[in-house]
């Protein structure tokens, strides 16, 4: 007499051995994003100018070259997929000074791009959404004989002041000069100087908003602005504040 297979028991254990495996892969994974993250303690590869205190690149880390003419300040968080470049190409020696220079407390966000050919400079506190494209770099077509990328590039330093804001998809081009606090919005185009406070969009970006110090933003904002958390506040007193107004806006008004 044939015994009957139960089909349940071996869809139980495969559905086993897939979760096992599934959790030793991502154990696996973690292990291996946090043993190859760069910082100034465990720089891997990179021979940094100078990679800053609690600074950290992600792994897997983007294209990296003219490491040693980088500076990275404390506190920098860069991303998966970012790439850093100094110089044309690699190898070159770039002389004595830094070519690319980052802040402290920088973002960049996953995938942006950082190329500086010629000196580009991020000030402190400045914060990037993902796939922001920098370059001190750009293609000529003087000759029309000639393909566009074969012919020799011009260059133009960049700087973007501390505080500023770089949207998802931001393009910043040759010569721009970003002041203090700027917001670019996502996808915009940025070239020549941009003054503290403005908020720019488009491509080419244009100024849509701007701050005066006697009538506060022009035009003005449609929203209001955030209430900070006080300070002390604990996450505790946070919730049972809400769990508070969520009750008072489902109790029933006193009908006398």
């Not at 004989?145 to 393009?171: L, M, N, Y």
């Not at 670019?184 to 244009?206: C, L, Q, Y």
Request: charged content about 20%; overall charge negative.
């Amino acid at each position: 007499m044939r015994v009957p297979i139960n089909q349940n028991v071996f869809s139980s254990v495969a559905a086993w051995r897939r979760r096992a495996v599934s959790r030793a892969v991502h154990r696996g994974a973690r292990w291996v994003r946090e043993a190859a993250a760069v910082t100034a303690e465990c720089p891997g590869p990179y021979r940094f100018r100078r990679i800053g205190h609690g600074a950290r690149l992600a792994y897997p880390q983007g294209t990296v070259f003219g490491d040693p003419w980088i500076e990275i300040g404390d506190y920098c968080i860069i991303a998966q997929d970012v790439t850093l470049t100094a110089g044309m190409m690699p190898d070159l020696d770039l002389g004595s000074e830094p070519i690319l220079t980052l802040g402290n407390g920088v973002v960049l966000g996953r995938g942006s791009h950082v190329i500086a050919d010629v000196r580009l400079t991020i000030g402190d506190d400045c914060f990037f959404g993902p796939g922001v494209y920098i370059t001190t770099t750009n293609h000529s077509y003087d000759d029309p004989e000639v393909p566009v990328g074969k012919q020799w590039p011009r260059t133009d330093p960049v700087s973007i002041g501390p505080g500023s804001w770089i949207g998802t998809g931001a393009v910043i081009l040759p010569g721009a000069r970003l002041g203090r606090n700027v917001v670019v919005a996502a996808g915009a185009v940025v070239r020549g100087e941009v003054p503290d406070h403005a908020v720019v969009a488009g491509a080419p970006a244009k100024i849509v908003r701007r701050w005066d110090p006697e009538a506060g933003w022009q035009p003005p904002l449609r929203t209001p602005a955030p209430v900070p958390i006080p300070e002390g506040v604990s996450p505790e007193q946070l919730v049972a504040l809400g769990e508070w107004e969520d009750g008072a806006a489902t109790e029933p008004a006193d009908a006398t």
